[in-house]
């Protein structure tokens, strides 16, 4: 089930918070467990068994790893089974087959949602519980809700138990959360339904157009950008705002990366639960920066091939992931210095290997990604501009500019504004209206980060 | 304060339209959409593993989502605000509405020389056999805003055309008002310059002598697609003492009447004339004995012209090889020497695979 549906917001929510209404403090943690697993069970039927054996297991690996190693590494590996299997495992037949000419396959292998978000949680829970025996769960059913909370579970951010440790324990109704949440929320779907599922069609409309030109390349460039960074992050508010209706404070998952001024801050501010993971859980016990320049260099080109891998089991992935490490040793060997000059030359400097990336990121054969780039910065013979092109920009142009001025801050300074304060709740309401509307009426309504 | 009532108020509609969409009495068909709304959900074991139930579920729960047209109807003015040209290829400019041709098919645009081709050859050579092309009104727009269909590079693929079958040019007798603001058929009562060029190319009597009769409000197929307006249109029929007296030989149904006026107000309001488009029909003209009689190759446009042009055959054969196989229909006619007519529209010449040939 994905959060911007009508059966979610009209049939799954009202009951979700009816039963948590209803029912005794004491239960309402397992009334949140059972409809996660729903939640979960209506998008992924059969893969659910996938779900709570790892968590199970995972729960009671941590409970006898006592400082243990091996423990801990047997543990990693069973979590890493299922994902390296149903990822990973027909991307490596498929090389294999390139080079010894076989035919190795497995047929009707379908990703489990999330799966690459519950491996990562339940993988941190158990390094943590290694680290330090007092982030261990109370019980089983706390750690159930921890893994199998619908709000988080399939498509992240990727909390750690520690971060929603103190919260897990709090089941009582706060009307301040629940107007926070309901707002974040709102924010989330207007953010998925509106803008990136509107691009989404603006997308396929110019891959559709028989004379490209080489703007239009550029705007779909720009598109991608767009339509990935409001899908995601409109997900992750809604995943957010969710989180706090039922008293759960997940951290931030993105802090306007579109407004940085290098790569390195872009990252500091893209999918930072993620970022956060590979930090502490590769990148320092790799040795980090600790290291020597050689070994820092691997152990970052490591972080980001594994980035790039978790993504999706496509060699542009793995392209797109070192395409950012290169960038990160370059800015750290090189660039910072020049960087720190001037914020709007550095900003222009981040959009564009950004917007570059992201065509890495969607083009998925490599034959086309070189022909999309090559046309993009006109080396392909093609007209600069034709009408096709010109209609789809004018047609979109308003929305594109509404959803670039929000990708910078400005909604921070709105928030403040008095008028804003009053009206507001009024503004979110018709949101909500124009969100479901767009939902009766959608044809498109895809969630790009399911995926992974 | 504010908060308690956003979020009671954020409550109140979850949960009344959570109510209503479970309680209110669900409709079969979507009158302003013209389809079949989902129908009841069938719940399977297999069904609910391999996520066709969950498809159905959000599927069914859309379709019959309480104020379903007035939320499309917010949605498409919301896109309209937004500044874009089109709502899911559909516009509205100057009371007209207009939906884009589907992509330029080359392919296709040449598979339908072929198949005229064809047909002639096998069963009409040497017979006065003739072609006009209705334009989609999108040929009528001048205004630059908008895409324009490759309309030229069409009928310049039609040169292909066996040059024995003689070509209506009927583009200068149609105007963009011809057409209905909220369909893309053309008003019968707009039609009588159209059938006067036939008549005389194809040398049949033609007097020109109708009464108009007009029904409201009549929704085009284009209407509740692109739900901007709520008040609907006229539709026009045309008759005579030629109409009145045909009777209609159906090889689908039960009708028998040139116009089923029963039809109005059904998913397709259109279909009042010949009782919708089917893959064999007869019309007789029982006013007036002529000698000749005639073959019409249709689509859906047909179906308000063959009754102007009736009054000048005693038969009228219609045959939509969209709905039936070509060698299979034409087993029903004998022929003797009938006049015969492909009367086809852009777009069904640009999605001619349609066409069931072979």
């Keep these: 089930m994905v959060f911007s549906s009508l059966t979610f917001i009209y049939y799954f929510l009202p009951i979700l918070l009816l039963l948590y209404f209803i029912f005794p403090t004491k239960l309402k943690s397992f009334i949140l467990i059972f409809m996660s697993l729903i939640f979960y069970f209506y998008g992924e039927g059969k893969y659910i068994l996938i779900l709570l054996v790892c968590s199970i297991v995972n729960y009671f690996l941590a409970k006898k790893i006592e400082k243990n190693k091996k423990i801990l590494i047997i543990g990693i590996i069973i979590n890493l089974i299922p994902l390296l299997y149903f990822k990973y495992i027909n991307f490596l037949f498929s090389n294999i087959n390139i080079f010894l000419h076989t035919n190795l396959y497995i047929k009707n292998l379908i990703l489990p949602i999330g799966i690459s978000f519950f491996t990562f949680q339940n993988i941190s829970y158990l390094i943590d519980v290694y680290k330090n025996k007092k982030e261990q769960a109370n019980n089983i059913f706390d750690y159930l809700l921890y893994i199998t909370f619908f709000a988080q579970l399939v498509a992240g951010p990727i909390v750690r138990f520690t971060t929603i440790k103190e919260n897990i324990a709090n089941r009582k109704l706060n009307f301040s959360n629940l107007y926070i949440g309901i707002k974040r929320f709102i924010i989330g779907l207007t953010k998925k339904v509106i803008v990136a599922n509107n691009i989404g069609v603006l997308i396929n409309s110019l891959n559709d157009t028989v004379e490209k030109s080489t703007f239009l390349y550029i705007l779909l460039a720009l598109s991608y950008t767009i339509q990935i960074y409001y899908d995601f992050s409109g997900y992750s508010d809604m995943a957010i705002g969710l989180g706090k209706m039922f008293n759960f404070n997940f951290l931030e998952n993105f802090n306007y990366p579109l407004s940085a001024t290098s790569i390195t801050d872009f990252w500091r501010r893209w999918h930072i639960s993620l970022s956060g993971w590979f930090k502490d859980y590769i990148y320092i016990p790799l040795g980090g920066n600790r290291a020597t320049k050689l070994k820092w260099l691997r152990n970052i080109l490591i972080v980001w091939t594994l980035t790039g891998l978790w993504h999706g089991a496509s060699w542009n992935f793995i392209l797109w992931g070192l395409y950012f490490g290169i960038i990160l040793i370059i800015e750290k060997l090189l660039l910072k210095k020049y960087l720190d000059k001037s914020r709007l030359l550095s900003h222009f400097y981040t959009i564009i290997l950004v917007v570059i990336s992201f065509v890495i990121f969607s083009v998925e054969d490599i034959n086309e990604l070189v022909f999309f780039l090559k046309s993009m910065f006109g080396l392909n013979n093609l007209v600069f501009i034709n009408f096709e092109t010109l209609y789809y920009f004018k047609s979109y142009l308003l929305l594109i500019i509404i959803a670039i001025i929000f990708s910078y801050p400005v909604f921070k300074y709105i928030e403040k504004n008095k008028v804003f304060k009053i009206t507001e709740p009024i503004i979110y309401i018709i949101l909500l209206i124009i969100s479901t509307a767009y939902l009766v009426d959608s044809t498109f309504n895809p969630f790009l980060y399911f995926r992974f | ?358």
């Excluded at chain 2, 109807?73 to 516009?91: G, P």
């Excluded at chain 2, 026009?236 to 045909?246: D, G, I, R, S």
């Excluded at chain 2, 015969?340 to 040939?357: A, C, E, P, W």
């Design chain 2, 1 to 358: 304060m504010k908060e308690k009532i956003f979020v009671i108020v954020f409550m109140i509609i979850i949960f009344t339209t959570c109510l209503f969409n479970i309680f209110t009495k669900k409709q079969d068909i979507s009158l302003y959409e013209r389809r079949k709304l989902a129908s009841n959900i069938n719940i399977t074991f297999e069904g609910l593993l391999n996520k066709e139930l969950t498809n159905d579920i959000d599927k069914y729960v859309a379709d019959h989502f309480i104020l379903r047209d007035k939320l499309r109807s917010i949605k498409v003015n919301f896109e309209f605000l937004l500044n874009k040209s089109d709502v899911n290829n559909l516009f509205y400019y100057k009371g007209q509405y207009f939906k884009y041709e589907d992509k330029y098919s080359e392919r296709q645009i040449n598979n339908f020389v072929d198949k005229i081709n064809y047909i002639y050859d096998n069963y009409f050579e040497n017979m006065n056999v003739y072609l006009a092309v209705i334009p989609e009104k999108g040929y009528y727009l001048n205004n630059s805003k908008y895409k324009k269909f490759a309309y030229d590079k069409l009928f310049k693929t039609l040169e292909g055309i066996n040059n024995n079958i003689k070509y209506i040019d009927i583009t200068n007798t149609i105007a963009l008002d011809s057409y209905y603001y909220t369909d893309h058929h053309l008003r019968q009562d707009k039609l009588l310059p159209t059938i006067k060029k036939m008549a005389n190319i194809m040398n049949f009597e033609f007097n020109n002598d109708y009464s108009i009769d007009k029904y409201e409000p009549f929704y085009g197929a284009y209407f509740g697609q692109l739900p901007i307006k709520n008040k609907g249109e006229k539709l026009y029929v045309l008759n005579n003492e030629v109409t009145k007296n045909a009777t209609v030989y159906n090889i689908e149904n039960s009708y028998n009447k040139i116009y089923e006026y029963s039809k109005f107000g059904t998913i397709d309001s259109y279909d009042i004339f010949l009782s919708g488009a089917t893959a064999y029909e007869e019309l007789y003209n029982n006013s007036e004995k002529k000698d000749k009689e005639l073959i019409i190759f249709r689509d859906s446009y047909t179906s308000s012209f063959a009754p102007l042009i009736l009054e000048g055959y005693s038969k009228i054969t219609l045959i939509d090889i969209r709905y039936g196989n070509l060698s299979y229909l034409m087993d029903k006619i004998n022929i003797n020497n009938q006049d015969v007519l492909f009367l086809y529209s852009t777009s069904l010449i640009n999605g001619s695979d349609v066409l069931r040939t072979s």
